[in-house]
């Protein structure tokens, strides 16, 4: 889930490459055993927990990321050839932003050739104006690929291919060590054994540190020397989720420990998540990682109300098994609690978010305007229906946000008796009661199924993408009609929208 700003200040300027030289230290993968070395002063990025399961061991982009030479370098670890054709289809699509079929194209280089002293085999595409150099090399079992790209436009671009070339031929096999873990949820795992795992994989990425939390509930890794801000983050954390729990109480079997990635620079995380601007901050479902960074150039503030914003769907995504609520509802809570201000003894919920993230006044301006969805459509869009919903990129929020405001304010006795009534105060409990069951139910059955004829206890871990649309929609609408369902729809609308024109106070 991503969280999208009205306003952001773009990144500053970067190092120009350094064309034709080497890192002195080379990336050493010790649990498949080899050294290779990357381009110098290439910013490494992390590498993603979804893309390491799929064999990605490295990346790194030129220092430029932005500049026409499109330079990306990459290593990937897999067992057969055609997964390595995929990854080298898959970088020139990221970098060029549009579909790549190798099947149809001929290499205009192909030559079997060593990297160091292991055969391999050297491969050069050029499609759309962008060369992919590639170096497959027999190690072991397996193979380590090389993908090494730059635009043809760009005058050095023969010097760069003799760059990328001198890394192939830096390939050296080395003593493998003991596998190392991915990072996945944490689930079924001791906070020590995942926070072993977390530290496993920062120590690949030059600059990265793991640091855990004391309840144990959140492993921060980051790139932040900043000490102080660091503490920050973890507190605000801590404090965060227990409010988000007594809120909405979590299971007494709930373990889950939450992955926090957390960049010292905007360029940094919009190079890790392959974002641009307008993006502060995201939730990965499929990594179930919390990724931001430290917004000082523009407002610190900014990043304790994403950190906040985002917690909240990650600890959402373990609350109902891996699944999602309607938009409304994720979002709604996440700028609620994104809205949280820390200054006293206990965090305190607010109507205010700072910079591009304030809600108040868009939903106002919708109000008057009359260009705020009807609750009929609004409540109940998909998650593409709610995004595109207009009239700009923000307004989805600021309508949902609005709405779970006066709902939960109402329930701590907060709201005017004039809109509010008594039977509003259980539209939450009956959504989100209904939704857990639902969903529960329905992974319960799928269980059962997929279970057939394999051994007793061996654990199936899905999630909602796993139930198929027409269940998933089933959940949805019997989580609706047991909260809104319950109440005179039109006659919410019409409070909601005096509350937010007379009531609801900054």
């Known amino acids: 889930m991503v969280l999208f700003l009205a306003l952001l200040a773009a990144p500053g300027a970067a190092l120009a490459p350094q064309r034709g030289e080497l890192e002195k230290k080379a990336f050493e993968d010790r649990a498949a055993g080899y050294r290779v070395k990357p381009p110098k002063e290439w910013p490494v990025i992390p590498v993603a927990p979804d893309a390491r399961s799929r064999g990605m061991a490295f990346q790194a982009d030129a220092p430029d990321w932005n500049s026409p030479i499109h330079g990306r370098f990459r290593v ?5 050839e055609e997964e390595f054709t995929a990854w080298v289809q898959r970088v020139m699509a990221e970098t060029i932003q549009k579909p790549v079929t190798l099947e149809e194209l001929e290499a205009e280089l192909d030559e079997p050739t060593p990297a160091g002293k292991a055969p391999a085999r050297h491969r050069r595409w050029l499609f759309d104006g962008l060369f992919a150099d590639t170096w497959l090399i027999e190690h072991g079992t397996g193979k380590v690929g090389l993908i090494a790209t730059v635009s043809e436009a760009d005058k050095q671009a023969k010097s760069w291919l003799a760059t990328f070339e001198r890394a192939a031929k830096s390939f050296e096999a080395v003593a493998a060590g003991a596998a190392e873990a991915g990072t996945g949820s944490g689930s079924g795992s001791g906070y020590d054994a995942k926070l072993a ?22 492993i921060l890794t980051t790139s932040c020397e900043n000490q102080k801000f660091v503490e920050e983050i973890i507190g605000r954390l801590e404090r965060s989720r227990e409010v988000f729990e007594q809120d909405y109480p979590p299971p007494a079997e709930f373990g889950h420990v939450s992955i926090v990635r957390l960049c010292a620079k905007e360029e940094e995380f919009h190079r890790y998540g392959g974002t641009g601007g307008g993006v502060a901050g995201w939730f990965s479902p499929s990594t179930t990682e919390l990724v931001l960074y430290d917004a000082k150039d523009v407002d610190r503030n900014m990043s304790y109300a994403v ?42 919920i607010t109507a205010r978010m700072p910079g591009g993230l304030e809600r108040l006044s868009v939903i106002r301006e919708m109000l008057q305007m009359e260009t705020a969805k009807p609750l009929s459509e609004h409540l109940n869009f998909d998650h593409g229906q709610w995004q595109t919903q207009g009239p700009s990129n923000v307004s989805c929020y600021a309508q949902s946000w609005s709405i779970v405001y006066m ?4 329930m701590l006795g907060n709201v005017n008796p004039k809109v509010w009534k ?3 105060a259980a539209i939450l ?6 939704l857990r069951a639902g969903f529960a139910q329905a992974y319960e059955k799928e269980r059962a199924r997929r279970g057939k004829g394999k051994p007793d206890g061996q654990e199936i871990e899905l999630d909602s993408s796993d139930l198929g649309d027409a269940v998933v929609k089933g959940i949805w609408k019997d989580a609706m009609g047991a909260s809104w369902g319950k109440v005179d729809l ?14 609801l106070k900054d």
């Open 407 to 410: 709902l939960r304010q109402g």
């Open 307 to 348: 950190m906040t914003h985002e917690a909240f769907h990650q600890y959402c995504h373990f609350l109902f098994g891996r699944s999602e609520a309607h938009r409304w509802f994720d979002e709604g809570h996440g700028d609620y609690y994104g809205g949280m201000k820390f200054d006293g003894p206990k965090p305190k």
């Open 197 to 218: 795992q977390v530290r496993a994989e920062a120590e690949r990425t030059p600059g990265w540190r793991v640091v855990p939390t004391p309840s144990q509930k959140f």
């Open 490 to 503: 039109a006659q919410f609308e019409e409070d909601w929208r005096v509350y937010v024109k007379k009531f």
């Open 422 to 424: 008594k039977e509003y």
């Open 429 to 434: 409990p009956g959504y989100i009661e209904t």
């Open 76 to 80: 990937v670890v897999v067992a057969k």
